[in-house]
């Protein structure tokens, strides 16, 4: 069921004025806060704005969450690096995935709440593994043995070694080649793609070029998936300004216009319950998103949809209508369609596979370089010489996902 | 041959709410928690049936047969020293839109079929009885 339809969805009164990034590698050795400064007064300065000009602040997921390297700072910490003085702040891990610190903003702004919303997300995961691999797992609670036991929801995963997202996503990927005749082969475009587009950013983990030999011969995480499937843990902030609309008329580049934000999740929150196991909450969010917008599919010039695993961004393909449930697989096979000059440039950075973790921001940060462009040899140019007008950009995978359609204004 | 599961099982805490489920397969029986109301088997388990918000709920036991939705064969070494094995997700012959995420023992992944009957088989590790799942068949 859908709320309410407003006259003009209120998300529209924002935009994103500026937009920052840090050194992005795989271990930087840099603390979060220090990598998160550096993207923030990029992108205050990229908005032509001083310090003293901010007046909101979110994040996503905020203080303490998550395993080590996952969190960045908190919203407090990097409130006072800056010497901030707020209207209005927000951080959470809970809501339309990572990008909720963005939507979060955007409300807070069309409500009048805060007039340039300052929203970054950091991660130093490839520092705080260092090179002994991923970190343990904590619980609590010994059993009779002693070891830690676990509640809440990961305690109906944990006991089967279904210990990680690519665990779950996997048997996503399994589900689709059931149903729909999902191939390897096939799902190796999205890796090659990113690769391909990765050697193009000067801030990408991995741009050494992969074939499609390479991709089948690598080694198995968890079938379907090979390492190639999985995404890149790194060290790197993205920043974002939020800002009114009314203040876009200010900028020496163009404004990114929000046009409308997907959020729901109709269905049941949880892996392995969530009804359609092929889609799950991506579903939801394109919908929602497409009923608050007079804009279609084929209006969009550029998507930069989630690769935390391979097997999300081909359900967001579908999900987001660019082509119809179940067809990913031929619409992506050999890479045509996907590539720069195809009916729609996916993961132009090279996504998070190849771009490295930045956790959906870099994906969000993407769409706004190809909307202003400004993305240099990478800059996808459609038909006719003309630039992108129109971003779909998608975060999140199985029973979390959230997704903006974003537009070029005037500048 | 695959393992049955991690080299390391990593338990459940029994809380109250959980406990039923999780010492079900003591007796060999695996019971989900029921809806007295309307019938609706609620999982994971819940202060309140979510069909029609009655709080007349108790557990029941169901035949313990199920079908393969999906699958994958681990092969990472999230917890070191496993042997491949392969996870699933099952659903439950009931009510088919229960789903546990659980281990197929006693086959080969190369014999696993997404649809495939299967039945439960508990492994018990300390004080809890883990829901694995073996082929409709199987001996």
């Keep these: 069921m859908s709320p309410t339809p407003v006259e003009e969805p209120l998300e529209r009164r924002a935009v994103i004025s500026g937009i920052g990034q840090s050194a992005v590698g795989r271990r930087l050795g840099r603390s979060d806060l220090d990598l998160t400064v550096e993207a923030a007064l990029a992108a205050i300065a990229d908005a032509g704005l001083s310090r003293d000009d901010i007046d909101g602040l979110s994040t996503y997921p905020g203080m303490g969450a998550g395993t080590p390297g996952f969190g960045g700072p908190s919203s407090p910490e990097v409130q006072d690096a800056l010497g901030l003085s707020l209207n209005w702040h927000d951080g959470g891990g809970e809501g339309p995935a990572q990008m909720r610190a963005v939507m979060a903003a955007a409300l807070a702004v069309a409500a009048g709440l805060a007039r340039h919303v300052l929203v970054y997300r950091t991660v130093t995961e490839g520092t705080a593994q260092g090179t002994g691999g991923r970190p343990g797992i904590g619980g609590s609670g010994g059993g009779r043995g002693g070891a830690p036991r676990f509640g809440s929801f990961m305690q109906w995963s944990l006991p089967f070694g279904a210990v990680s997202a690519a665990n779950w996503i996997a048997m996503v990927g399994q589900r689709r080649m059931h149903e729909f005749g999902l191939t390897r082969e096939q799902l190796g475009q999205i890796a090659l793609n990113g690769r391909r587009n990765a050697a193009l950013n000067p801030k990408a983990i991995y741009t050494d070029p992969l074939s499609l030999d390479d991709y089948l011969a690598a080694r198995i995480i968890t079938t379907p998936l090979c390492l190639f499937d999985c995404d890149a843990p790194c060290d790197g902030s993205t920043a974002v300004v939020v800002s009114h609309r009314d203040t876009a008329g200010d900028l020496d580049h163009p404004a990114v216009h929000i046009n409308a934000l997907g959020t729901a999740l109709r269905g049941r929150p949880s892996w392995d319950q969530f009804d359609d196991m092929t889609s799950m909450a991506a579903r939801d969010a394109a919908a929602s998103m497409w009923e608050r917008t007079e804009l279609t599919p084929a209006d969009v010039d550029t998507a930069q949809l989630y690769d935390g695993f391979s097997v999300l961004a081909i359900v967001w393909l579908e999900a987001l209508g660019f082509c119809a449930r179940g067809e990913s697989g031929p619409f992506i096979e050999g890479g045509g369609a996907i590539a720069r000059d195809g009916v729609l440039p996916l993961n132009t950075a090279g996504g998070q596979l190849s771009g490295g973790r930045l956790h959906g921001f870099g994906l969000i940060h993407e769409a706004c370089v190809q909307l202003r462009g400004e993305g240099g040899e990478r800059q996808v140019v459609r038909p006719a010489g003309r630039l992108p007008e129109v971003a779909a950009v998608a975060n999140g995978g199985g029973p979390i996902a959230g997704t903006m359609l974003l537009t070029r204004g005037v500048g | ?139």
């Design chain 2, 1 to 139: 041959m695959v393992a049955n599961g991690p080299k390391l099982r990593l338990l459940p805490r029994l809380d109250d709410n959980v406990a039923f489920y999780w010492t079900s397969g003591e007796d060999g029986v695996l019971r989900l928690l029921h809806c007295n109301a309307c019938g609706f088997f609620i999982h994971p388990p819940g202060p309140v049936c979510p069909r029609c918000l009655s709080r007349d709920l108790a557990p029941e036991a169901v035949s313990g047969r199920g079908h393969v939705e999906t699958f994958t064969v681990n092969h990472q070494q999230w917890i070191p020293g496993s042997d491949p094995y392969i996870i699933a997700w099952v659903s439950i012959d009931e009510q088919p839109d229960v789903r546990l995420t659980t281990n197929l023992v006693d086959i080969e992944p190369d014999d696993v079929r997404i649809g495939m009957p299967v039945r439960v088989v508990f492994e018990q590790a300390e004080d809890v009885w883990l829901p694995l799942f073996t082929p409709e068949g199987a001996s």
